[in-house]
């Protein structure tokens, strides 16, 4: 049954898993503004190790990510940063590269560096500038001279030549909108039209005057062609991609459309009038950087979350997600249909109005079941929603159509909503079983033998028998919550045999009802002619039923024909890993009882008796006396006949431990290693005694 319920639970899961996909690619899929997790995955890809990370640039990348996501760290990276924020901007050899990192840590962390310390840096970098042959060049040195601008406000750093490195920077652009690493045939690069594009605003923000306006006009005009490369897909997401084929400067679809998206925001924060670019693609940008979810690189997770800064405010079009906190919805529990509008931030939107324009079931599209819904807000919660259950909403697998509506006309210039949202919603709900029943039916006239109710709300034990000359039928309806007949994905009827042959067959539907007729005269063969007890079993399931359910139907007792010679036999069944290779039953092990033992009195009498023999020999040892007349007078052999005794001693004593309590195992080993060291004292000792009988003889 365990394992019948968990095949039950995995169908269930692929087919939602499955209508999911298929809806997804065929409309669009659910976008949701920066949440927890980004914060958490912030926290564990962006690990430093004792608050140090390998380069400025790592370091920038994670303050700025956890600067914007709300997550403190500064205390902690400070301690380490800062020194090298300080080392690098005072070593002469710091590149322009090494000083844009540095200056950026510090614009974060705010090491306290000395205002005199920026005048050196910004000299040499302006100096840079004026020699500059390369677009990266200009981009960390025009970067670097900004942020030193916005950390010092009162130093006087201008670009005294704005017009000339303005054309500088301009020429390395192409007539599709790319740009040019160098001025010597470099390949175009998208992502390299973002870095000029920031390079640019750059320039035009340390301007001692205002730059020729047709320059501006140009460059908006660039961005412009820029946009007619961006990629799309089926979701309504849009990205730039990378087309140089260089693999030294090739970037990502991620990083390449971050930097189109910074170079964009800050072009336009500098820049007079509005660039003209569509809101639906802004807000396609957006939901590129959404969809992506959770990136797993440091580097994605900061292009992502960066990026999504610079569309939270900008000049452009600030994009507005709308989301679903719940795109499964319960009628048994009434659940309401609830939408937000966010930020990519989720940050809160300005008074805007929810409509829902359509709902519409997947298998059905051109048939709408809901139209033209306003959703009602609450203030308090931010949320828009809707009770569905008035509206005749049955459960099943839909398509809402949703279009957001800013209530104050003149913020259509600064917010993008973009045309219509479609999101898959999920309706769930109880089916109704009703009219189940099971009978034997005569296979010639159909006329019912035996006919029985069934309760499918609960398991039934009921008893049946038929032969092969008759039929078994199974029925039933079901209804949904709105008294529609309600279709489910897998509705199996399984007969268990009780050598555990099974047999699987799938009840069709007939009208209202769920029938399946099992004639077993054409059945004999796919039974293997096995006749006897066979379990029923149901097995209704659905995404969008709350309960489905596998019911135990009773038994049938099956008299089918005997097997043919040239029958096929049933199949091997297999073995259940569990029943091989789990814990077996304990054995319980029957010892047989103890023989009858005499009385303890006799015991103790035994046991004095043995111990008169030693008594007796102690006596003859005192009445005959000792003779010591041999025993060694030198030093070395009396030693070892000393040794050799006490290890005949330590033999004695052996015996009495391996009686008390040693093993036979360990008393051989300690005996052995006292039978090697008896044997070499021994053999000394009796040498000894034999040389002195020698010389006595000779004397």
Not at 225 to 250: P, R
Not at 638 to 649: C, D, I, R, S
Request: overall charge negative; proline content about 5%.
């Amino acid at each position: 049954m365990a394992r019948n319920i968990v095949i039950v639970f995995l169908a269930s899961i692929l087919f939602f898993c499955f209508s999911s996909i298929s809806i997804c690619n065929a409309t669009s899929s659910i976008f949701n503004p920066v949440s927890f997790e980004h914060r958490s995955a912030a926290l564990e890809l962006f690990s430093a190790t004792d608050g140090s990370f390998t380069s400025l640039e790592e370091t920038y990348e994670a303050l700025r990510t956890f600067q914007i996501l709300g997550v403190e760290k500064k205390a902690e990276i400070s301690p380490v940063a800062c020194p090298l924020v300080v080392e690098t901007l005072t070593s002469p050899s710091s590149n322009p590269e090494k000083l844009f990192n540095a200056l950026r840590v510090q614009q974060i962390l705010k090491c306290g560096v000395d205002a005199d310390l920026f005048e050196g840096v910004a000299s040499k970098l302006e100096a840079v500038i004026k020699d500059a042959s390369s677009l990266l060049d200009f981009y960390h040195s025009v970067g670097s001279l900004v942020l030193i601008k916005n950390e010092v406000p009162e130093s006087n750093i201008v670009l005294g030549d704005a017009d000339s490195t303005f054309h500088s920077i301009k020429a390395l652009s192409q007539s599709d909108g790319r740009w040019r690493y160098g001025y010597s045939g470099a390949e175009s690069s998208t992502y390299a039209a973002g870095l000029a594009l920031e390079a640019l605003a750059g320039v035009v923000s340390l301007a001692s005057s205002e730059l020729d306006e047709s320059m501006i006009v140009t460059v908006k005009n660039d961005i412009r062609k820029l946009f007619d490369s961006l990629e799309k897909y089926d979701d309504g997401s849009f990205y730039f991609d990378e087309k140089v084929v260089d693999t030294a400067e090739h970037q990502n679809a991620l990083s390449t459309t971050s930097s189109v998206v910074r170079g964009i925001t800050s072009f336009s924060a500098v820049t007079p009038g509005k660039i003209d670019i569509p809101g639906d693609k802004i807000l396609g940008l957006a939901k590129f950087f959404l969809g992506i979810e959770v990136p797993g690189t440091a580097k994605d997770l900061f292009n992502q979350i960066d990026s999504l800064a610079c569309l939270e405010n900008n000049r452009v079009s600030i994009p507005l997600i709308i989301s679903l906190p719940a795109i499964v919805l319960s009628l048994s529990r009434k659940d309401l249909l609830k939408v937000q509008v966010k930020t990519v931030l989720g940050s809160d939107a300005p008074p805007v109005t929810v409509k829902l324009v359509q709902a519409y079931k997947t298998s059905a599209k051109e048939t709408p079941v809901l139209e033209n819904q306003e959703l009602k807000f609450d203030p308090k919660s931010s949320i828009h929603h809707l009770d569905l259950l008035p509206l005749g909403i049955d459960i099943g697998n839909y398509i809402f159509v949703f279009r957001v509506l800013l209530q104050d006309p003149g913020q259509k210039q600064i917010y993008a909503t973009g045309g219509q949202t479609h999101i898959p919603v999920y309706v769930t709900g109880f089916i109704t079983v009703d009219s189940a029943e099971i009978a034997v039916l005569d296979n010639d006239l159909g006329s019912i033998e035996t006919k029985k109710e069934l309760d499918l709300s609960k398991e039934n034990i009921l008893s049946l028998s038929a032969n092969h000359l008759q039929k078994l039928r199974l029925s039933f309806q079901l209804t949904s919550p709105l008294g529609h007949l309600f279709k489910p994905h897998q509705v199996f009827l399984k007969l268990r045999h009780v050598t555990e042959v099974e047999h699987i067959f799938v009840v069709g539907n007939s009208g209202k009802r769920f029938e399946i007729i099992l004639d077993f005269l054409g059945l004999v063969e796919k039974f293997y002619y096995l006749s006897g007890r066979y379990e029923m079993q149901l097995t209704v399931g659905d995404s969008a039923m709350e309960n489905s359910f596998i019911r135990g139907l009773g038994q049938v007792e099956l008299d089918l024909p005997e097997a043919p010679e040239k029958a096929t036999r049933p199949p091997p069944q297999p073995v259940d890993p569990y029943t091989r290779y789990g814990p077996k039953e304990e054995i319980m092990h029957i010892f047989r009882a103890p023989e009858k033992r005499p009385p303890q009195e006799l015991s103790l009498i035994f046991l004095g008796l043995t111990v008169v023999p030693f008594l007796l020999f102690l006596v003859g040892l005192l009445r005959l006396g000792v003779n010591l007349k041999n025993f060694p007078t030198s030093a070395i052999p009396a030693t070892f006949a000393f040794l050799f005794h006490a290890g005949l001693g330590a033999v004695l004593s052996l015996y009495l431990l391996f009686w008390l309590k040693l093993d036979l195992f360990t008393t051989l080993k300690a005996l052995g290693f006292l039978g090697v060291f008896l044997f070499f004292v021994g053999h000394r000792t009796l040498s000894h005694l034999a040389s002195t009988a020698a010389k006595l003889k000779a004397a």
